[in-house]
């Protein structure tokens, strides 16, 4: 597996939604095995030590991948609106509000560099990971205009990213992954021609 599409998408909650996308034609579903979800954890960098050592135990795991895969349907569902109607709708809104409303935070102070930052971390694994899915969401919402969140253009292609080019024209997730076997495929299209 091509750990690079874990974190393609630009923004933790979109490298979330991308956790299914199509390979040789056929949708694989990166939570739906244990060990390629703790894969995407650690990619994603979600993960503090103490909650690698919790999540040993598969039933934590597997509470944890439930949690994942219910809010990667909310994000579905946000990309979805962005994309199609350029705006949320009331009802995914207060969705977006409830999960983070039931949050269960704590502020920490963080000394990296000889600097200290008040941080915040989940009481829980699954409140850590969705705290950070969540705050990710909304830096994107707040930082980024909702018409840079794009789905690419490559009509095999199910991923999504945050358009972070200085043009704004971007239109692969991936010039590896899909830009260039776009146009590989338009130029043998010509040559045939």
């Avoid at 199509?22 to 979800?37: F, V, Y």
């Avoid at 705050?135 to 980024?144: A, L, P, Q």
């Avoid at 909702?146 to 292609?157: A, G, Q, S, T, V």
Wanted: net charge positive; hydrophobic share 35%.
């Amino acid at each position: 597996m091509d750990k690079s599409i874990f974190t393609l998408g630009g923004a933790l909650w979109i490298n979330l939604v991308n956790t299914t996308y199509i390979s040789n034609k056929q949708t694989i579903d990166i939570l739906a095995n244990a060990s390629s979800a703790l894969q995407w954890l650690k990619e994603n960098n979600l993960l503090r030590e103490s909650d690698e050592l919790h999540l040993e135990q598969k039933e934590s795991l597997d509470s944890l991948i439930v949690e994942l895969q219910s809010i990667r349907t909310l994000c579905n569902i946000i990309v979805s609106e962005i994309t199609q109607r350029g705006e949320l709708s009331l009802e995914t809104t207060n969705r977006i509000k409830k999960v983070v409303e039931n949050l269960q935070i704590n502020p920490t102070i963080n000394s990296k560099n000889d600097k200290l930052k008040m941080t915040f971390e989940g009481k829980t694994v699954e409140d850590h990971v969705m705290y950070n899915i969540m705050d990710s969401m909304m830096n994107t919402f707040e930082n980024t205009s909702l018409e840079r969140i794009r789905k690419c253009n490559h009509e095999e292609c199910k991923l999504y990213f945050v358009d972070t080019s200085k043009a704004g024209k971007r239109r692969w997730c991936s010039m590896e992954l899909c830009g260039n076997r776009k146009k590989a495929a338009e130029f043998y299209s010509k040559q045939k021609k």
